[in-house]
């Protein structure tokens, strides 16, 4: 099977974690940001996360990639119950967590920025949307005081540092990301059981963090 996707894209991670945590073997492929042809020859439109399965047709959604590759043994390990508080958590952060990490996932070295064109292609489509990036590169300090408070109240929720809520769920599908996401952001300062999950779900899945490009 092949797993198309963007390196900074956390729907991408997401269908990339469920064959880390399963250790079956996945090739991903990183897509230009600005190659729209690809895509949509696959599915129709311009996005990812797709995967190509074994009789070479094509599947979008990360949900629904994670649900079919768990399952494809008939022995899924999303089994766990979910946290309607982990939930609230994750919807509170995101709605101001985009200003953090867009403006610095423009400018890192990743594979689908490879060109200058796939770079603008992203700054442009993004600042249309939220705004000029200097700006919000600006009010960081602001920003990152506010997901360090965030995360001391996400600390509290974390049962066991291989599954947020005791056993492997969709939670973990939706948290470790975010995690991941704000690993590229310098000041970020997870509690203890925070980091201890981060790090564990990132040997888990075989993901890498963003430390080393951090700014």
């Known amino acids: 099977m092949k797993l198309y996707v963007y ?46 399965k074994q009789d070479g047709s094509f599947m979008p959604e990360s949900l629904d990639i994670v649900k079919y590759v768990d399952n494809l043994d008939r022995k ?17 952060v995101s709605e101001y967590t985009q200003k953090l990490l867009i403006p610095r996932f423009a400018s890192a070295p990743f594979e689908e920025f490879a060109t200058p064109q796939a770079r603008q292609y992203f700054s442009d489509k993004k600042q249309a949307k939220m705004g000029d990036f200097k700006e919000h590169l600006q009010h960081s300090t602001g920003l990152v005081k506010k997901i360090n408070q965030d995360l001391r109240e996400l600390d509290k929720l974390i049962k066991e540092p291989n599954a947020v809520n005791g056993e492997l769920s969709e939670d973990d599908i939706h948290l470790f990301p975010v995690l991941r996401s704000l690993s ?18 990132a040997k888990q899945t075989q993901i890498n963090l963003l430390t080393s490009i951090a700014s």
């Not at 073997?25 to 996360?49: C, F, I, R, Y």
């Open 7 to 52: 390196e900074h894209c956390p729907y991408c991670v997401k269908a990339r974690m469920i064959f880390g945590l399963k250790n079956l073997p996945v090739e991903v492929k990183a897509l230009l940001n600005d190659d729209e042809k690809t895509p949509t020859s696959m599915v129709g439109q311009k996005m990812v996360p797709i995967l190509q």
């Open 184 to 201: 590229i952001v310098k000041g970020v300062e997870l509690p203890t059981r925070v980091q201890a999950y981060r790090d564990n779900m």
């Open 76 to 92: 899924p390990l999303l089994t766990g119950p979910l946290s309607a508080a982990v939930e609230t958590w994750l919807r509170h």
